[in-house]
């Protein structure tokens, strides 16, 4: 390809940037975003459990 048709491709590809649109479903929580919760919470206990199940894994 020459550079003339790279260049015509390129221009074919590009599409301008509008609004950019806010995700509905994300939350911000300091400097992140992230997707609000929908299912059960997951007490503190739970979550020990689950780690130390881990480390005895060895994983």
Do not use: F
Request: hydrophobic share 40%; no cysteine.
């Amino acid at each position: 390809m020459s550079v003339t048709q790279i260049v015509e491709e390129a221009l074919r590809a590009y599409q301008p940037a509008g609004i950019p649109a806010r995700p509905s479903s994300l939350v911000r929580k300091g400097p992140l975003l992230v997707v609000p919760a929908s299912s059960r919470k997951v007490s503190h206990e739970e979550v020990e459990a689950a780690l130390e199940a881990m480390r005895r894994e060895g994983r």
